[in-house]
């Protein structure tokens, strides 16, 4: 039977809850900083997150709930767009560096076992590649840069979650099977992308994804968990694992491959 490998780790939601406190925060400020008059506070955020990358989700907002917006003194979209989202990537690097975005119950813990068994890791998102780095140096150091065998961020691929682009690419970069393999995840996109790429796929909710479709997970958890901080099971089982172990992971990696299908869920 094939022996799990590689674990394949999504960003923002899945390593950190970045969104409602991160990248909310760091696109009003790019706003404000040109003088525009948007403020997507919490709800209205949770209905943008609808849509993949920070680029895509400003040309969503514009023209999905703003009547006929168009740049001042005529400029080219793409350029307004491209240079808002450029500022916005400046204020949410700077809440990075500031340390305001700690990584979520027992990512660290998880990490440094998995390196502990070597299993290969990599990192498949949709954020910017810079806001992948600045998250791991300051939450984990910058060794932690080499821990990932790559780091499959943003642009570098032609269409953004739900494709299953960038899950494909990196493993094809690792050079892994989707067998071999176990992807993290935290939301309805993710996880479209992910079982597009034939990944099973571990879920953490957040927030804004709990009541998301994830019938296609191994299993639905709250969180990693910790010593004394145990993990809810929100669908799946767990058996008597009370946080996100290699030996859990294992157990629901083997199970799967036996059962053939790529969901666990009762
Ligand atoms: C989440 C996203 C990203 C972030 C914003 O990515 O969709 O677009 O919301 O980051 P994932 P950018 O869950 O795949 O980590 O503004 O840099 O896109
Ligand atoms: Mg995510």
Same mark, same amino acid.
């Given at each position: 039977?094939?022996?799990?490998?590689?674990?394949?780790?999504?960003?923002?939601?899945? &390593?950190?809850?970045? =969104?409602?406190?991160?990248?909310?925060?760091?696109?009003?400020?790019?706003?404000?900083? @040109? #003088? !525009?008059?948007?403020?997507?506070?919490?709800?209205?955020?949770?209905?943008?997150?609808?849509?993949?990358?920070?680029?895509?989700?400003?040309?969503?907002?514009?023209?999905?709930?703003?009547?006929?917006?168009?740049?001042?003194?005529?400029?080219?979209?793409?350029?307004?767009?491209?240079?808002?989202?450029?500022?916005?990537?400046?204020?949410?690097?700077?809440?990075?560096?500031?340390?305001?975005?700690?990584?979520?119950?027992?990512?660290?813990?998880?990490?440094?076992?998995?390196?502990?068994?070597?299993?290969?890791?990599?990192?498949?998102?949709?954020?910017?590649?810079?806001?992948?780095?600045?998250?791991?140096?300051?939450?984990?150091?910058?060794?932690? &840069?080499?821990?990932? =065998?790559?780091?499959?961020?943003?642009?570098?691929?032609?269409?953004?979650?739900?494709? @299953? #682009? !960038?899950?494909?690419?990196?493993?094809?970069?690792?050079?892994?099977?989707?067998?071999?393999?176990?992807?993290?995840?935290?939301?309805?996109?993710?996880?479209?992308?992910?079982?597009?790429?034939?990944?099973?796929?571990?879920?953490?909710?957040?927030?804004?994804?709990?009541?998301?479709?994830?019938?296609?997970?191994?299993?639905?958890?709250?969180?990693?968990?910790?010593?004394?901080?145990?993990?809810?099971?929100?669908?799946?089982?767990?058996?008597?694992?009370?946080?996100?172990?290699?030996?859990?992971?294992?157990?629901?990696?083997?199970?799967?491959?036996?059962?053939?299908?790529?969901?666990?869920?009762?």
């Amino acid at each position: 039977m094939t022996k799990l490998n590689a674990l394949l780790f999504d960003v923002d939601g899945t &390593l950190a809850d970045t =969104e409602a406190d991160g990248h909310r925060i760091a696109f009003n400020k790019a706003f404000a900083e @040109a #003088d !525009i008059d948007w403020n997507w506070n919490v709800e209205l955020y949770g209905k943008l997150l609808a849509v993949t990358g920070g680029k895509e989700r400003i040309k969503f907002y514009m023209e999905d709930f703003l009547s006929d917006f168009s740049p001042k003194n005529g400029e080219d979209i793409q350029q307004f767009v491209a240079a808002l989202h450029k500022r916005k990537t400046f204020f949410y690097l700077e809440m990075l560096q500031q340390g305001e975005i700690p990584l979520r119950s027992g990512v660290k813990r998880l990490l440094n076992e998995a390196r502990a068994e070597g299993l290969r890791l990599g990192i498949a998102t949709t954020t910017t590649p810079e806001n992948v780095t600045y998250l791991l140096t300051a939450t984990l150091g910058e060794e932690s &840069l080499e821990w990932f =065998e790559v780091i499959a961020a943003g642009d570098i691929v032609p269409a953004k979650k739900p494709a @299953a #682009d !960038i899950y494909q690419y990196a493993m094809d970069k690792m050079g892994i099977s989707a067998d071999e393999t176990l992807a993290f995840e935290d939301s309805e996109n993710g996880i479209l992308s992910s079982n597009g790429a034939s990944l099973r796929t571990i879920i953490t909710t957040n927030s804004y994804t709990m009541n998301h479709d994830f019938s296609d997970a191994l299993i639905v958890l709250d969180q990693m968990g910790e010593d004394g901080q145990p993990f809810n099971v929100l669908a799946g089982d767990a058996g008597t694992h009370q946080q996100l172990t290699v030996a859990m992971l294992q157990e629901l990696h083997a199970r799967s491959l036996i059962s053939g299908k790529k969901e666990a869920l009762e």
